[in-house]
Nanobody
Framework: QVQVVESGGGLVQPGGSSRLSCAAS????????MSWYRQAPGKERELVAV????????TYANSVKGRFTISRDKAKNTMYLQMNSLEPQDTAGYYC?????????WGQGTQVTVSP
């Protein structure tokens, strides 16, 4: 079955960096677009970054453009989100997601808290 599992995150100081990982299984990883979403308390879940496949083109939310980088390692079936210059507004639960055969799958999420 399709499964995506996030890891990484934690407490980060403003201006710091963190890298999230998303381990994927149960589908052909190289054939599907992969996405990162986030949801802050009291707010709707928002799309952060997308990497298409094949081709590898990327799209970012305006709020993270220039600071976050999405990437994938096909040999490891793993997607990453490198987050630099973190701001308190980046505090949220971060979720990995993939759409496979018209069904969207989510990970359990990983918390990123940006605070002094």
């Amino acid at each position: 079955q399709v499964q995506v599992v996030e890891s990484g995150g934690g407490l980060v100081q403003p201006g710091g960096s963190s890298r999230l990982s998303c381990a994927a299984s149960g589908f052909t990883f190289s054939s599907y677009a992969m996405s990162w979403y986030r949801q802050a308390p009291g707010k709707e879940r928002e799309l952060v970054a997308v990497m298409l496949s094949p081709g590898g083109s990327t799209t970012y939310a305006n709020s993270v453009k220039g600071r976050f980088t999405i990437s994938r390692d096909k040999a490891k079936n793993t997607m990453y989100l490198q987050m630099n210059s973190l701001e308190p507004q980046d505090t949220a639960g971060y979720y990995c997601s993939v759409l496979v055969r018209a069904a969207r799958y989510w990970g359990q999420g990983t918390q990123v808290t940006v605070s002094p």
